[in-house]
């Protein structure tokens, strides 16, 4: 959206894009924190934004989860796993240090 901003991150959030998005480079760091057995992120997704980040030249990381579905990070889901969710603060946590130096 042209926002300054010094970094993006998603956790188990949506990766697809609308078919009316133009790429663009994407000049912030991206972390993407994906749950392996999420069923609303189809491989083409992945694979999708691999290239656009790739194509823009964006500094991004892209760190999967393993035994994880997509509420994977809610103590409140019946799909909560704890070690993951763990690993996917400590994660957030190794991003934002580097991010808001």
Known sequence: ?????????????GLSKG??????????????????????VKPEDMTNLIAELKAGKTDFQII???????TFTSPESSDYNEVMAKRAWNHTLIFLKEILK
């Open 19 to 40: 078919n009316d998005r133009v790429n663009v480079p994407i000049k912030t760091k991206v972390l993407v924190e994906n749950p392996a057995d999420d069923e609303s």
């Open 1 to 13: 959206a042209g926002f300054p901003v010094a970094g993006v991150a998603s956790i188990h959030g």
């Open 64 to 70: 999967t989860y393993a035994n994880s579905k997509h």
